[in-house]
């Protein structure tokens, strides 16, 4: 079964960073898709980014030029880079995946995801 483990969360104040990992275990497939989303209390759970194992790459506009989106593939490990954090970006932020068929974009629609990590939380001071 396939697990996921996020790491990396904290505290930064406004204009700082914070780099988020995403290690999956017991994962077989070298075709594979993994997200980042967040979520505030009272709020739907949201995109952030998501990498296809063959490089391909989203965004959500709210994190584009700031946030980097990575993965090491032979160790099944993404990454999150966030840069010039605001506070509201302020959430608990979870990793996710789904085994992709090749040549595929990844998708940022929470549903295609079929293995989540426990959340970790990312707290922005003003």
């Known amino acids: 079964e396939v697990q996921l483990q996020a790491s990396g969360g904290g505290l930064v104040q406004a204009g700082g960073s914070l780099r988020l990992s995403c290690e999956a275990s017991g994962l077989t497939s070298d075709d594979f898709a993994i997200g980042w989303f967040r979520q505030v209390p009272g709020k739907e759970r949201e995109a952030v980014s998501c990498?296809?194992?063959?490089?391909?790459?989203l965004y959500v506009d709210s994190v584009k030029g700031r946030f980097t989106i990575s993965s090491d593939n032979a160790k099944k490990i993404g990454y999150l880079q966030m840069n010039i954090l605001k506070p509201e970006d302020t959430a608990v932020y979870y990793c996710?995946?789904?085994?992709?068929?090749?040549?595929?974009?990844?998708?940022?629609?929470?549903?295609?995801?079929?293995?989540w990590g426990r959340g970790t939380q990312v707290t922005v001071s003003s």
């Open positions: 990498i296809a194992s063959d490089g391909r790459i």
């Open positions: 996710a995946l789904y085994r992709l068929t090749k040549g595929y974009d990844c998708s940022l629609y929470r549903w295609f995801y079929d293995y």
